[in-house]
């Protein structure tokens, strides 16, 4: 079974600083994708980054990146320059290979401080 | 324009009730989902319909039963309802059958089920 584990139920960061979220997961498949999603208060969920694990370069969005460390199994959204439109619940996912079924974290609260 | 809309955004209702959520996506998708997000935020797939063929049915009860009446809509159907079905509940959408290399899926902003 895959799952995916975010430890921090809450982070918080100050206006313009930098945070990390981490997120983990248990697969045995050895191909496979992992996103963040965002989910401001209005609950739309919105993809964030994704990462091909056949990939061994990390996926960068303008101030979001991640740190993909495959053997560790882990997977952290690094965010730079935080803005308060940043603030919201972040979702880390997996989904493996030619399949539809996409597992989720329990989910981040992040908390920008102006 | 919004891609996938679900309706209503908030539902009340009393124990032992049937109530339904309905879904419309107009990114001319071929698969749609439902998630379910309980009270902890954690994210759960339901049902996966393809072309309104059912193709992921995980351990829900029976009590759930989705309805695609055409690859646009996808409307989910609760009878019974206990107060362990109080959650939000997600549809999504994305373009094929079988999820692509790049493929992301498109989220509604969701229903809030409140089950009194």
């Known amino acids: 079974a895959q799952t995916v584990t975010q430890s921090q139920p809450e982070m918080s960061v100050q206006e313009a600083e930098t945070v990390t979220l981490s997120c983990t997961y248990d697969?045995?498949?050895?191909?496979?994708?992992l996103f963040w999603y965002k989910q401001p208060p209005s609950r739309q969920m919105i993809l964030v980054i994704r990462?091909?694990?056949?990939?061994?370069q990390n996926a960068t969005e303008n101030r979001f990146s991640v740190n993909f460390q495959k053997a560790a199994k882990s997977f952290s959204l690094k965010i730079s320059d935080s803005q308060l439109g940043d603030a919201a619940m972040y979702f880390c996912?997996?989904?493996?290979?030619?399949?539809?079924?996409?597992?989720f974290g329990a989910g981040t609260r992040l908390t920008v401080k102006p | 324009d919004t891609a996938v809309s679900q309706t209503p955004k908030y539902l009340v209702t009393q124990m032992g009730n049937d109530k339904s959520i309905k879904c419309e996506q107009n990114?001319?998708?071929?698969?749609m989902y439902w998630y379910k997000q309980d009270s902890k935020k954690f994210l759960k797939i339901m049902f996966s319909y393809n072309n309104k063929e059912l193709i992921i049915n995980e351990t829900v009860p029976n009590r759930f039963s989705p309805k695609s009446p055409d690859k646009a809509h996808l409307n989910l159907h609760i009878n019974s309802l206990e107060l362990g079905d109080s959650a939000v509940y997600f549809c999504?959408?994305?373009?094929?059958?079988?999820?692509?290399?790049?493929?992301?899926?498109?989220f509604g902003s969701g229903t809030q089920l409140s089950v009194l």
């Open positions: 990462q091909e694990a056949y990939k061994q």
């Open positions: 999504a959408s994305s373009q094929e059958r079988q999820l692509a290399t790049n493929e992301k899926l498109f």
């Open positions: 996912a997996y989904r493996r290979t030619r399949s539809n079924d996409m597992r």
């Open positions: 990114l001319g998708h071929d698969t």
């Open positions: 697969t045995s498949e050895s191909d496979y994708y």
